[in-house]
């Protein structure tokens, strides 16, 4: 374990991506080549930019476990040929046939790659809300990717996942108990994280980030996310944790960039408010401390602005 130890040591330090960084893989649609951060935990890290024909929508983590009876892929990626991609290089490490995907919301790079996995007859969990929300948006999601992706969306359709769930579902395989959490609101409608109990391993996906800058959506309540993150996400106690986006970490990375950016943003937003600040000038509070992240130039005013919305009616 000691290599283990000294791989923590480093990524316990400030370690963050960069939107110019070239494609790490040339020669596959993945961005990066699946590494494997603890045994038979795997995960191809996605750019921390957002998605474009340059990463093929590749800017998230998808990630596999190979639990000895089968194989379990968390996101069914933003395409068709992602999805294919991941697969191949699953084989290459493994002859377990895999036997599940999870979708770690509705979002098109949790959820057009499903496509290919539903070619492959492979079944497809998501949270009754997030396949709620792909029926609803996934023609519009798809023509998203289409628009950015061009030649590279061939072969992607519209595949909802094939089982949903509420709010826990088991998954008891080979060498591992795999649980699937609906801990609560947070970053979009049906965000699940996929908790392996005995490697203390949270596959944390949207509820959790920290090498860019976190977005907020129109129907991301800031406070709900916090309640969520305080009260269950805190609870597991987890000692890996690999997030939606970016390499995986700590708890103390995931905490300082997630939790602790929205009570700073909800501070300075609420300062704002008490000394009669309107929206126009709410956008450009300060988010210095956070202006290292990627994605900060596209995300924080944005994230300011819907952050006042919200807490203009608490």
């Given at each position: ?35 494997e951060?603890?045994?038979?935990v795997?995960?191809a ?6 998605p474009?024909?340059e ?5 998230n983590?998808?990630s ?8 379990v ?7 068709y ?6 697969h ?21 790079h ?5 496509s290919y ?7 497809i969990?998501a ?19 289409e ?10 359709y519209l ?17 591992f ?12 409608p049906?965000?699940?994280?996929v908790?392996?109990p ?14 860019r800058m ?13 309640e969520?993150?305080?009260n269950e996400?805190e609870?597991?106690?987890a000692?890996y944790?690999?997030?939606?986006h ?7 990375q ?29 956008y ?7 202006a ?23």
């Open positions: 374990m000691k290599w283990l130890a000294l791989f923590l040591s480093v990524i316990a330090l400030p370690a963050f991506g960069s939107e110019e960084i070239a494609d790490q893989y040339p020669g596959s649609a993945l961005y990066q080549k699946p590494v951060f603890i045994p038979n795997w995960s890290i996605g750019a921390t930019a957002p474009t024909y990463n093929t929508g590749h800017n983590n998808l596999f476990i190979v639990t000895g009876d089968g194989v892929v968390v996101n069914g990626g933003a395409a040929v992602l999805a294919k991609a991941l191949e290089e699953i084989k290459k490490i493994t002859d377990q046939p895999v036997k599940l995907v999870i979708d770690e919301n509705g979002q098109g949790a959820m057009l790659g499903n996995w539903a070619d492959q007859n492979v079944p969990l949270h009754v809300d997030a396949a709620a929300e792909f029926e609803e948006y996934g023609a519009q999601i798809l023509a998203g990717m628009r950015y992706n061009r030649d590279k969306a061939e072969g992607t595949a909802g996942p094939t089982e949903t769930f509420e709010d826990k579902y088991i998954i008891e395989m080979g060498d108990r795999i649980e699937v959490l609906y801990l609560g609101p947070a970053h979009s049906g965000d699940i994280s908790w392996l005995e490697q203390s391993l949270v596959i944390a996906g949207d509820m959790a980030f920290h090498e976190l977005p907020i959506f129109e129907h991301t309540y800031t406070a709900d996310w916090l969520t993150w305080d996400f609870a597991l106690n000692t944790v690999i997030p939606g970016g390499h995986p970490t700590n708890m103390d995931v905490r300082r960039y997630t939790r602790d950016y929205l009570i700073y943003l909800r501070g300075k937003i609420g300062e704002h408010l008490d000394a009669g600040g309107d929206l126009a000038d709410a450009y509070v300060d988010q210095s401390p956070f290292h992240l990627d994605t900060f130039e596209e995300l924080a005013t944005r994230n300011a602005g819907r952050v006042y919305e919200q807490m203009e009616f608490e």
